[in-house]
């Protein structure tokens, strides 16, 4: 031992010196005092003597489980300081070999408590862990590779665990965040699969530029939205499967986000894929299938049938003063008496299927681990033609090279293909078909095919298509296929100090194919159409980063975690965009543009971005007491004016864990209590690419000869919108973690804002976009895990979480309202973004049936033409819910459990965007609502429907409060009955795990306006669109690990 | 030992850092522009801008849509079936406010417009022959379009020469705030602009014209201004404004000196039918062309009339029976299905061009020729001019011999005849201060009457000017808010 210790402290060995040097600093272990070389030798003899030790290994195994006493499957079991370690298989238990003098195990699972338990005695360990979230032993993922555990973060975050989000009837992983993470609000506006996701978090604080959260996938920030340039909607996000996902983290207050700098304003999601863990090989495959069906579709909206539409067609008429032999004659021109009567509901929806399939395997020995995947995902939705398909692959490596060096590979890759109709007012809308199609329209012709008559009364000659000759011979495809990944490599320089770089790429290829048939439709008069937009987006992004950690005092109080980096990304993007139209008449018809005469389009363009940045961030812990932390940033991009090219960001955070004081240490009932807060700087980069310059642009062709005007009114100080957020927050947890509780206050300033500034039309602009707007979102956010009920058979957790948010504009342009041309909101400085602006309705005059209106806000004049009536703010009433969040249930009872989430949405009002034309006689040629037969019809009648008119004038289906509903809402967003196969099964049809379940979704909603024609759910703006209808599943489910 | 391996690490950082930081790197430009400055500094630069001026007149709300449809619809030569496409119902109503889409992007187009022609004229390139021609043909553009916006958005010259006309800019100025010039300063740059257009301009119809060290030649169809399509827009400028000498000065130059002439009645109907830009100087002096990958689609103008597309917009009963059996115009509105179908613009289904849209033609100037002869007293060349239209539409016209107030009707009807459906017709009435019988609907009839003094007569000031521009706010037109 003596010549050992001479060895390593001979000045002549630097390498060796260093690292003496160095671990006598680190080998202060709590309460427990030894002397430095005694330590020393000790830890050099062990590892110097790991050989010999390895033959004096001892096997120990045990199971994992969480509360509930359910396996915990691919938890990490860890001798603590060392690499040796497995993961756990489905059902949560796991073998390991220990070296004999192995001291303890860590436990661990992200989402869960960290659990340290010595192993110096026994072979068996069977180690619960906490599965709550919002206890202090979770681990927290933030930005930039940094994790601790939740009792020293300063900032505020909400993990969702992946077991959460697989194998879920939902196409992308941001449809599944709502009613699960306070503070994010993600409602839904159509049900086709694979749609683009609205989310707010904290608020709207953008009008004009993009308002969504910035999504990282293991560090590579993404592409992300809705990229299509044909399709109505698409989601790049729809091409991860959601069961590759370890955990999704949402980055909300500026100490999280401020890392982000320039793109982090409007939250950050931080999605982890899985990785291998080591261990024996792990098998498991999900099946899950089923079927789809519309959810919510209100009473009122019903279309009518050939009868009710006849009566009260001939009832407009007759009010309007026609005569009886014209009302006769046009009656009969409507269908009157032929017998028809076309249910186009029922045509045009159906049943779907909704299928998914997933295969998985991950293991590893010591060095190397892997995670591989593949999976299949179908569904389709109520209405015909909208459909999404999905293959998908993930592949994740790890290796350490050396105890220095471990780098590592993810690739994800997945293929889907979607059929998207139309939405909206376009004739080809299926949806919007069942609205406004005559009952007495026939959808065949009496020999059996598709009638495409365009004149006559019972023909299409009102402008909409018969829906089922467009589903069968037009075709709205987007394939996508999406490669991502990153390299990463670490190198520890000295144990505390980490050098890493990370290079990702993100690749998304879009394939969109629009054909629009020769015979009926939109391409009729031009013998069909086919139009393509092929688009490729490439994004590369380099991050490298020093981590170092050390202790600067001697009593090692204080410990010091510092991060510096650079990162630089550039996206590029080239679209081609075709088209061609006069195809040949040819049965079957030839879709594909090949084969068209005139040559329209096929052009090729191209949009690109870059930017570049140092981050830095430095946490000081004392004692795990009290915790400092800060950040910065400076970024660059080429989206900012030269004017206003670089910014700097910063955040400062603390905490105080007050339950460590003495006063309150020893009082039982508190487990933790954390009380922190944070102030920083972020921006919202979602701007154009180009926006800033003054340019003459080309395109604006004469007599096909290249011609280009003066197009582009640019700025040259555009730049970022900036965020200012405080947050202060508390952490707590009661009675041993059996109740938790996380709350936090925010107020988020939005500046800077992009505002089309108005200019005078003689410019020859109508407005220059500028940073000049401001709005105010604060507000709070709860949440609340309770296990009320915990005995060795049963038990029941409660997740609850409130959110409640308060948007306000405090500064336009001027100072002067803004009145939206196409939605009827206003932007009026201390109102909320989306208020709400119209006539305000009364209701129906008794006496006469004439719809009545305020003729102003003092409400002491009532007219019966909306024309006098004049706008006014509807104050309270906005899109912006007052309150919002989730409320889950999960009973378990032996190996059966029930779990319940419902989502709620409270103090929002919704709209319908297109009752213009269904309700009331001013387009009395569509088809009207079912909520038409309670029009008034003689006097004494009390009903809110005015009496219907012929072609009225009174402008009673032009928007007024009469068309402005509730949103609020309760919804059972998932509903999962599920049975796990208990142990003794499994072992003798060697299995390790087998569940089966039925789960449902969207079963149940419960609305508060009983005059709503729509689904509550429409998006961050409220007006409902013809979208496909929001779907409800109905599947049945099998886990199986092997 | 420490600090040597930790600062080695930050300097390996910021190398790396700072080598792939350089300024090009963002400095990214767009694939399809060019920075203002330096746009427009050749010859074939202003070729190319104005091509830019031609297609953006083309816009929906200027001749690609609003504009013709706007003059038959807001007088009584159509309305708006019962069964639609919702566009323009507020035109066929007479219901039109300040926030009225159509009538505001008239205003926001026109200025468009004005906006490239100023950069053609304001260029400096050096005059050549070549150069010349494209800063006259940006003349008359502006000065056209100066003549929308005074028509469409301030009182008739005729009414009222001191009335509030629109602002002037001459010269792009991205914040100023004009209110509105006076009428008289309107129209007199709208004057001087076709007299620079007239005298720059050397390259008449049916030449070519080609830019040096180039492969572009231009042939001068009826799709670009020339010097006589000028000088027929100053005849009917004049003749907008009353003055009657100047108009016939005018007309009578284009009609001697121009070379184009009126289309035969044999080949009339093949004239419409045909969708292409002509060089061989017949009826068409300016018109706005379209073709098949430059056009507005389901927008356009042909569009709206065939009932392949909307078919929205029919004749009205009494301006088909305006045409007697034997007139060839007659035969481009089709009775069918109730209705009276517009078949002026049939190249809906035409895979090769679309119809463009007539600005000017030889029938018009002399028509204006016959008007003018007879305000100063000249009756029997009012006659001649009169009947040289007239009897060549319908062979078995005798022709007319009127003369005094009824003269004046003829020769109006005959305008209404002519260039029915080309937006013209309300303006007609307006210099003429007129009162309109507008049809609303037919089947029952249902007329909106709108005599002199009523209002809405004239466009509002859009709500988005004077919303942004306080120098305008106060001047907004009498009856609207």
Same mark, same amino acid.
């Given at each position: 031992?003596r ?46 003597m ?18 509930k ?14 690499n ?68 020293n ?9 992946g ?12 449809q ?6 306070p ?22 604080g ?41 955990a999704?983290?949402?980055l ?6 401020a ?51 006849l009566?009260l ?126 009952p ?20 299409f ?7 089922l ?7 709205y ?13 670490e190198y ?12 990702g ?27 393509s ?38 996206s ?10 006069g ?8 879709p ?13 363009g ?13 946490q000081?812990n004392?004692?795990n007491?009290?915790?400092?932390s ?27 864990n ?7 240490s ?6 933790g ?52 957020q ?7 947890g ?128 009532i ?11 509807l ?5 912006n819910?007052?309150?919002f ?40 040629v ?33 928007f007024?409060?009469?068309?402005l ?47 709503l024609?729509v ?28 | 030992?420490?600090?040597?391996k ?32 330096t ?11 104005? *091509?830019?001026?031609? @297609? $953006?007149?083309?816009? /929906? %709300? ?6 013709p449809?706007?003059?038959? =619809? +807001?007088?009584?030569n ?22 009225n ?5 008239v ?14 004229? *304001?260029?400096?390139? @050096? $005059?050549?022959?070549? /150069? %010349? ?10 000065? =056209? +379009? ?50 620079? @257009? ?6 008449g ?40 000498d ?8 284009v ?5 184009v002439?009126v ?25 706005v ?42 035969a ?24 463009d ?7 018009d ?32 016209f ?55 003094t ?11 000017e ?16």
């Open positions: 031992m010549r050992l210790h001479n060895f390593l402290s001979s000045p002549d060995n630097i390498l060796i010196r260093y690292f003496y040097d160095r671990l006598r600093i680190n080998i202060h272990i709590r309460n427990k005092t030894m002397t430095m070389r005694k330590f020393l030798l000790l830890m050099l003899c062990s590892l110097l790991t050989a010999e030790l390895m033959a004096q290994n001892r096997t120990i195994t045990g199971k994992i489980t969480d509360e006493g359910n396996g915990v499957p691919n938890a990490s079991v860890v001798v603590k300081g060392t040796i370690g497995t993961t756990t298989s489905i059902d949560g238990t796991f073998s390991l070999a220990i070296p004999s003098n192995a001291r303890s195990l860590v436990v661990s699972y992200v989402g869960m408590s960290d659990r340290e338990v010595s192993v110096t005695s026994g072979s068996i360990y069977n180690v619960q862990l906490s599965a709550a979230s919002g206890n202090m032993e979770e681990i927290v993922v933030t930005g930039y590779g940094t994790a601790q555990k939740r009792k973060s300063t900032a505020s975050s909400t993990t969702v665990g077991k959460e989000l697989e194998n879920r009837p939902q196409t992308s992983v941001d599944m965040l709502g009613g699960k993470v503070g994010l609000f993600a409602p839904s506006f159509t049900g086709q699969p694979g749609a683009n996701q609205q989310i707010r978090i904290r608020g709207i953008s009008i004009s530029a993009g308002a969504n959260p910035l999504f990282v996938v293991d560090g590579v920030i993404l592409n992300t939205g809705d990229l299509s340039r044909l399709t109505t909607t698409s989601n790049t996000l729809a091409g991860i499967n959601a069961n590759d996902i370890e999704v983290t949402v909300k207050d500026a100490q999280a986000t890392l982000y700098g320039s793109r982090g304003a409007n939250g950050v999601i931080l999605i982890t894929t899985k990785s291998g863990r080591a261990g024996k090989t792990k098998f498991r495959a999900d099946v899950e299938v089923g079927y789809t069906n519309y959810a919510n579709v209100p009473d009122a909206a019903r279309p009518l049938n050939a009868d009710e539409w009566m067609y001939e009832e407009g008429l007759k009010n309007a003063g026609f005569s009886q032999a014209t009302i006769d004659a046009s009656l009969v021109s409507y269908g009157k008496g032929a017998g028809i009567n076309t249910d186009w509901f029922d045509l045009v929806t159906r049943q779907g299927q909704q299928q998914q399939y997933n295969l998985s395997a991950s293991g590893g020995e010591g060095k190397t681990t892997f995670y591989l995947s593949g999976g299949y995902f179908k569904q389709e939705a109520s209405i015909k033609g909208s459909d999404f398909e999905r293959y998908s692959a993930a592949a994740n490596f790890k290796h350490a090279a050396s105890s220095k060096l471990t780098f590592g590979l993810n690739l994800n890759g997945n293929y889907s293909k979607q059929n998207t109709p139309f939405n909206g007012g376009l004739f080809a809308n299926p949806t919007g078909n069942i609205a406004f199609l005559r007495t329209v026939n959808a065949y012709n009496a020999d059996g095919t598709l009638n495409i008559a365009r004149t006559g009364n019972t023909n000659n009102q402008g909409n298509y018969n829906p000759y467009i589903i069968e011979n037009n075709k495809l987007l394939g996508n296929t999406q490669i991502r990944g990153s390299v990463n490599a520890a320089i000295l144990q505390n100090l980490k050098l890493s770089e990370r290079f790429i993100d690749y998304i290829n879009l394939n969109e194919y629009q054909f629009d048939n020769p015979y009926h439709g939109d391409a009729r008069t031009v013998g069909g159409r086919g139009q937009s092929d688009s490729r987006l490439f994004n590369w992004i380099s991050t490298t980063q020093l981590n170092y950690n050390f202790y600067p005092d001697q009593e090692k109080n204080f410990k010091v975690d510092a991060l510096l980096g650079y990162e630089a990304q550039k590029k993007s080239q679209s081609v965009d075709a088209r061609a139209e195809f040949p008449a040819t049965s079957p018809l030839l594909y543009s090949t084969v068209a005469s005139s040559v329209i389009n096929g052009r090729l191209a949009s690109d971005y870059d930017f570049a940045s140092i981050i830095s961030t430095a000081i004392y004692r007491r009290f915790v400092l800060g950040s910065f940033r400076r970024d660059g991009s080429s989206r900012f004016s030269e004017n206003n090219r670089f910014g700097n960001f910063w955040s400062v955070g603390g905490a105080w007050i339950d460590k004081e003495d006063f309150l020893s009082v039982e009932l508190i487990s209590l954390k009380l922190r807060g944070s102030y920083g700087t972020t921006g919202n980069a979602n701007i154009t690419n180009y926006g800033w310059r003054t340019t003459f642009g080309y395109g604006a062709n004469y007599n096909s000869t290249p011609g280009g005007t003066f197009n582009t009114v640019g700025n040259e100080d555009l730049t970022w919108e900036n965020n200012k405080l947050d202060i927050g508390i952490d707590a009661f009675f041993k973690g059996r109740l938790s509780l996380i709350a936090d206050y925010y107020r988020r300033v939005s500046d800077g804002l992009l505002f089309a500034e108005p200019l005078s039309l003689t410019s020859g602009f109508p407005s220059i976009t500028r940073n000049i707007g401001e709005v105010e979102n604060k507000g709070y956010e709860i949440t609340l895990n309770a296990t009320p009920i915990r005995t060795k058979e049963f038990s029941w957790d409660i997740s609850f979480n409130l959110s409640h948010n308060k948007n306000s504009v405090t500064k336009l342009p001027g100072g002067k309202d803004i009145i939206d041309a196409v939605n009827p909101f206003i932007l009026r400085q201390g109102f909320p973004i989306n208020q709400y602006y119209g006539r305000e309705y009364v209701g129906v005059d008794q006496s006469n049936g004439d719809p009545l209106w305020y003729k102003d806000s003092t409400h002491t004049t007219v019966n033409d909306r024309a006098q009536a004049t706008r006014e703010v104050k309270g009433k906005s899109t819910p007052k309150y969040g989730g409320l889950s249930n999960t009973f378990s009872y032996r190996g059966f459990s029930v779990v319940a989430d419902f989502i709620y949405n409270y103090g929002n009002y919704i709209s319908d965007g297109w009752i213009f034309y269904l309700i009331d006689g001013v387009d009395p569509q088809n009207k609502y079912a909520l038409n037969l309670k029009r008034w019809q003689k006097p004494g009648d009390v009903t809110d429907v005015p009496r219907y008119v012929y072609q009225s004038t009174n402008g009673s289906s032009s007024s409060t009469r068309f509903y509730k949103g609020d809402f309760i919804r059972l967003r998932n509903i999962t009955v599920g049975y796990s196969v208990p142990n003794k099964v499994l072992n003798s049809i060697n299995l390790s795990s087998a569940n089966f379940y039925v789960r449902g979704t969207n079963l149940w909603t419960k609305t508060y306006d009983k005059n024609t689904d509550p759910e429409q998006g961050v703006t409220a007006q409902s669109n013809l979208d496909v209808y929001l779907s409800k599943t109905v599947t049945v489910g099998l886990n199986l690990g092997f | 030992m420490k600090s040597f930790i600062y080695f690490a930050i300097g390996a950082l910021m190398i790396t850092a700072f080598s792939s930081c350089k300024k090009d790197f963002f400095d990214l430009k767009p694939y399809n522009a060019l920075p203002l400055e746009a427009l500094t050749t010859e074939a630069d202003l070729y190319t801008a104005m *091509n830019g001026v031609y @297609a $953006s007149m083309r816009s /929906v %709300n200027l001749y690609g849509r609003t504009l449809i706007k003059g038959d =619809l +807001m007088a009584d159509t309305f708006i079936k019962p069964s639609n496409s919702g566009r323009y119902l507020d035109f066929n109503q007479y219901n039109i406010n300040s926030a889409t159509n009538a505001n992007g205003w926001t187009s026109a200025y468009v417009v004005i906006k490239n022609a100023n950069l053609v004229i *304001n260029s400096t390139v @050096a $005059s050549n022959a070549n /150069v %010349n021609q494209f800063k006259g043909e940006a003349y008359a553009s502006r000065a =056209l +379009m100066y003549f929308e916006l005074a028509r469409n958005f301030a009182t008739p010259y005729t009414v009222n020469p001191d009335a509030l006309g629109v602002p002037i800019v001459v010269k792009y100025n991205r914040d100023s705030l004009p209110a509105r010039n006076s009428l008289k300063e309107v129209y007199k740059l709208i004057v001087d602009d076709l007299n620079q @257009a007239y005298t720059l301009m050397t390259f119809l049916g030449t070519s014209l080609s830019i040096p060290n180039t492969s572009i030649v231009r042939s001068n169809n009826s799709s670009y201004f020339t010097k006589y399509a000028a000088k027929a827009l100053l005849a009917k400028v004049y003749m907008t404004m009353g003055d009657w100047n108009a016939k000065a005018a007309a009578l130059d009609v001697t000196n121009s070379g002439t289309v035969t009645n044999a080949n009339f109907a093949a004239y419409w039918k045909n969708p292409t830009p002509r060089t061989d100087k017949v009826e068409t002096l300016f018109e062309s379209s073709d098949i990958t430059n056009n507005n689609g389901t927008n356009s103008l042909y569009n709206f009339y065939d009932p392949n597309g909307y078919g929205d917009a029919v004749s009205t009963t009494n301006l088909y029976n305006t045409y007697t059996a034997t007139d060839v115009r007659k481009l509105i089709v009775p069918s299905g109730g209705y009276l179908v517009v078949q002026k613009y049939p190249n809906i289904l035409n895979a090769a061009d679309k119809d849209t007539k600005i000017l033609r030889i029938s100037v002399i028509l204006i020729l016959a008007e003018t002869h007879a305000r100063t007293s000249d009756e029997p060349n009012a006659l001649i001019r009169l009947n040289q239209i007239a009897k060549n539409r319908d062979a078995s005798a022709g007319f011999s009127s003369s005094g107030s009824q003269l004046i009707t003829d020769i109006v009807n005959e305008r209404r005849k002519e260039l029915a459906f080309e937006g013209d017709r309300f303006f007609d009435l307006l210099r003429l201060n007129l009162p309109i019988a507008k049809v609303r609907g037919e089947n029952p009839t249902v007329l909106i009457n709108v005599p002199v009523d209002y809405r007569r004239i466009f509002p000031i859009p709500q988005a004077t919303d942004a521009n306080p120098n305008i706010r106060s001047q907004q037109n009498p009856g609207y808010l």
